[in-house]
């Protein structure tokens, strides 16, 4: 499918010569004449792009690098639909991408919007995102994996597909592992079918670093590869509150220094996941704010039931040194 020559939701159509068309696609309208002027602005505003780059910096704190390289590619697509309406065809850039960083700093919600965003420019037809790890692909005896990856990409076409920890779909330490099938019918569709596709690899740099040296021509198939970077203290602050707000809560005066010193003693401690370490705490911090108000019994009112206290932090084992639940 090929970036259309009007706004998506008017149903423009595709741009190239009719030769290029698949059954059931409008004709292409007539090229603009060579002295004609297109408001950009206006192109901008009929794709609705800006409401999706917006919903990115409302729901995710920080990342503001990332954002940036989402903002370029909205920008390259959207210029390129226009140059098609002038008959100027460079052919559909390459889309499939590669997101780096620890857990929880935002890769599948950013993955999401791009789904979103490539649909609104006409680069995809559904604007639907699947997300699946190595399970989901590989099988455990032969002749298992290829059906399994085939109806997975089946799931996925006309959107984004989004494979997190990627690298587990290799391993050279087992001659019999079945993944190696799986990365051979991917690099045929991502190459013969990407005008209907577009996959996002995931997980940490390091290793996707050596999942590509092995596998060289997966690399060759991504254009972008961005890296999510770690949260700051401030930023895991900031998307504590977010979370909070959204679950209808709100941090007492005393508890805001007690959750920002829970973030620091977490953020040192093993297996921590940036966003999804805040959201553990809030929902650990829910659960005894909630056993609190019934071993008090009586009344309570609205005060009661949205202000979490200090204490519904600092019996997390965070603070207690214990091995029980955080």
Do not use: W
């Amino acid at each position: 499918m090929r970036p259309q020559a009007g706004p998506a939701q008017n149903g423009g159509s595709p741009a190239g010569p009719p030769s290029s068309l698949t059954a059931g696609e409008p004709l292409p309208a007539d090229p603009l004449p060579p002295g004609a002027r297109v408001d950009l602005a206006k192109e901008r505003a009929e794709s609705q792009v800006d409401g999706v780059l917006d919903a990115l910096d409302a729901e995710l704190v920080g990342l503001a690098p990332v954002k940036t390289r989402i903002r370029e590619i909205a920008a390259l697509l959207l210029v390129d639909r226009v140059r098609a309406r002038f008959g100027i065809d460079s052919g559909r850039p390459n889309l499939h991408m590669c997101f780096t960083g620890s857990p929880g700093t935002g890769k599948t919600s950013v993955a999401v919007r791009l789904a979103e965003l490539l649909h609104r420019l006409g680069y995809i037809r559904r604007g639907h995102l699947v997300s699946v790890t190595r399970d989901d692909l590989v099988g455990q005896y032969v002749g298992h994996t290829a059906p399994k990856t085939k109806e997975v990409l089946k799931r996925a076409m006309g959107g984004v597909l989004f494979i997190d920890e990627a690298y587990y779909l290799y391993r050279a330490e087992n001659e019999r592992d079945y993944g190696q099938e799986a990365i051979e019918i991917l690099l045929q569709v991502m190459e013969n079918q990407r005008d209907d596709l577009v996959v996002v690899l995931a997980g940490y740099k390091d290793r996707m670093d050596s999942f590509f040296t092995s596998n060289p021509g997966m690399s060759s198939r991504i254009a972008h590869h961005i890296d999510f970077p770690d949260y700051e203290l401030g930023e895991l602050e900031a998307i504590g509150h977010l979370m909070l707000e959204r679950e209808g809560y709100r941090l007492g005066e005393e508890s805001v220094e007690v959750f920002r010193d829970y973030l620091k003693r977490r953020r040192e401690q093993p297996r921590f996941a940036n966003a999804r370490s805040v959201r553990n705490a809030i929902e650990r911090a829910r659960l005894r704010h909630a056993n609190r108000l019934l071993a008090l019994g009586g009344d309570v009112g609205r005060d009661e039931l949205t202000t979490l206290f200090p204490e519904d932090f600092l019996a997390s084992r965070v603070f207690t040194g214990s091995t029980g639940v955080k």
